[in-house]
């Protein structure tokens, strides 16, 4: 970060998300606050919202879980970088899982309303005029899955940590969207949620180094909106805040309640074996809260269970 000039600084909380302008060669930052939280994030061509973020094409050209040197590419027939990561402290990410809904905590758990990233993408883009039809799937920061011996997705514990952070150079002018995830009842933010710090940086001329040429690399497939056969479009592509927006994100604000639990003696010592691994939390309560959810995953949560509990657990 030495030599980058702080241009905006915005910590989001539980339950929110904002959307904010990033030019070409500015830096976006995202950071961990208390550690072990996933960011949902997307983008848009600040100037054209019909071009925005492609999981596919990330997914194609960088694997499941991108990290430094990786691009996030703009769907077809743009199909070009929008933003490259730079930084990666944690290099724990995934393309792979589409963007939490309303609808699957209602299928797997029965919890309406319940936080979800498709609102709260919804709701922070909504500032610059957007519908809940223009969220598209995200880049799961932090987020860290695979695939097993069967071939089927597993989300797996958060290993960010407090301090962790990704660097995003902007390839063109973007409006970025990133957004606190809301799954706490699945593993994905290790059943907890936490604020996280975005920070917006005029770009360095070593970061400028990265920037890719303004001319397509491949101009014969990729094409802008004067190459359709179609161009016009019946709506607005330039994207321009609404001056009367204000936030109204749902389920906001989250209340957090604290249940004491009585143990046993044997019980207790259980619980300090796993803080003792460096697995399950730092504390008897992290533990205790991951000893729950893995249990009520296995035995209550209906449909697909993407979960897999560390090796120390078996």
């Known amino acids: ?28 930052r995202i950071s961990q606050v208390v550690g072990g939280q996933c960011a949902d994030f997307n983008a848009f061509n600040l100037h054209d919202y019909k071009e925005h973020f492609h999981t596919g094409r990330t997914r194609h050209m960088h694997g499941m879980n ?13 199909d070009r970088p929008m933003l490259t990561i730079l ?30 990233c498709h609102d709260i993408q919804a709701e922070a883009q909504r500032a610059y005029a957007l519908t809940p039809d223009d969220v598209h799937d995200s880049f799961n920061f ?6 097993d011996g069967d071939g089927n997705p597993f989300i797996a514990p958060n290993r960010s940590r407090e301090g962790d952070f990704v660097d995003l150079l902007a390839q063109i002018d973007v409006l970025a969207v990133p ?40 101009p014969r497939t990729q ?18 805040p609404d001056p009367g927006y204000a936030p109204e994100f749902t389920n906001v604000p989250l209340l957090t309640q604290r249940v004491p639990v009585t143990l046993d003696a044997a ?35 209906q449909g697909p269970r993407h979960f897999r509990a560390p090796a120390a657990a078996t």
């Not at 702080?6 to 989001?12: S, V, Y």
């Not at 792979?96 to 609808?103: D, I, V």
């Not at 094409?223 to 321009?240: H, M, N, T, W």
């Not at 691994?277 to 009520?296: C, I, M, N, S």
């Open 1 to 28: 970060m030495s030599g980058r000039t702080l241009l905006t600084e915005h910590r989001m909380e539980p339950g929110t998300g904002i959307a904010l302008p990033v030019m070409r060669g500015q830096v976006l």
């Open 66 to 78: 991108p990290t430094t040197g990786a691009h996030l590419w703009s769907a077809p027939p743009r």
């Open 87 to 116: 930084a990666d402290t944690c290099g724990s990410n995934d393309v792979m899982y589409p963007r939490c809904s309303a609808m699957l905590f209602d299928m797997h758990f029965g919890l309406s309303p319940h936080t979800n």
């Open 142 to 147: 932090w987020m860290n899955t695979g695939i």
């Open 179 to 218: 957004n606190v995830c809301g799954a706490d009842v699945m593993q994905t933010s290790n059943f907890a949620l936490k604020p996280l710090l975005v920070q917006v940086f005029e770009g360095t001329e070593e970061d400028h180094t990265h920037l890719e040429p303004n001319e397509p690399r491949f």
């Open 223 to 240: 094409r802008s909106v004067s190459d359709f056969r179609q161009p016009v479009i019946k709506a607005d592509r330039a994207l321009v």
């Open 267 to 301: 019980q207790a010592a259980a619980l300090d074996d796993m803080v003792a691994t460096g697995l399950f939390g730092t504390d008897r309560a992290e533990a205790l809260r991951f000893a729950f959810f893995a249990w009520y995953i296995q035995t209550h949560m």
